[in-house]
């Protein structure tokens, strides 16, 4: 019996070591997701943010354009009547 402990205890031994650096790993690794996460969270309202200017710029810009067509059109009226 005690041959078979000799073999067997430090391969139990050798699989526990292996288990927790796994752990750890494990633990370095959530750590690592969990601060992505974070820096996507972050990311994800300046993208947020970015694309509410950019709507609200084009719409300026296409009010403007109106705008600009509008005085063309009145500055050609007032050509023509004079």
């Known amino acids: 019996m005690?041959?078979?402990?000799d073999i067997v205890v430090p391969?139990?031994?050798r699989?526990?070591?292996?288990?927790?650096?796994?752990?750890?790993?494990s633990d370095k690794l959530e750590a690592l997701v969990e601060?992505?996460?974070d820096r996507l969270d972050k990311?994800?309202?300046?993208?947020?943010?970015s694309l509410?200017?950019?709507s609200q710029?084009?719409?300026?810009?296409?009010?403007?354009g109106?705008?600009?067509?509008?005085?063309?059109?009145r500055v050609e009226t007032l050509e023509q009547k004079t």
């Open 43 to 49: 990311i994800e309202s300046y993208v947020t943010y």
């Open 57 to 64: 710029n084009k719409a300026d810009l296409d009010r403007q």
């Open 52 to 54: 509410g200017l950019i």
């Open 15 to 25: 699989l526990q070591t292996d288990v927790g650096d796994l752990k750890r790993n």
């Open 35 to 37: 601060a992505m996460a």
């Open 2 to 5: 005690s041959e078979v402990t």
């Open 11 to 13: 391969i139990l031994q």
């Open 66 to 73: 109106r705008s600009l067509l509008e005085v063309a059109r």
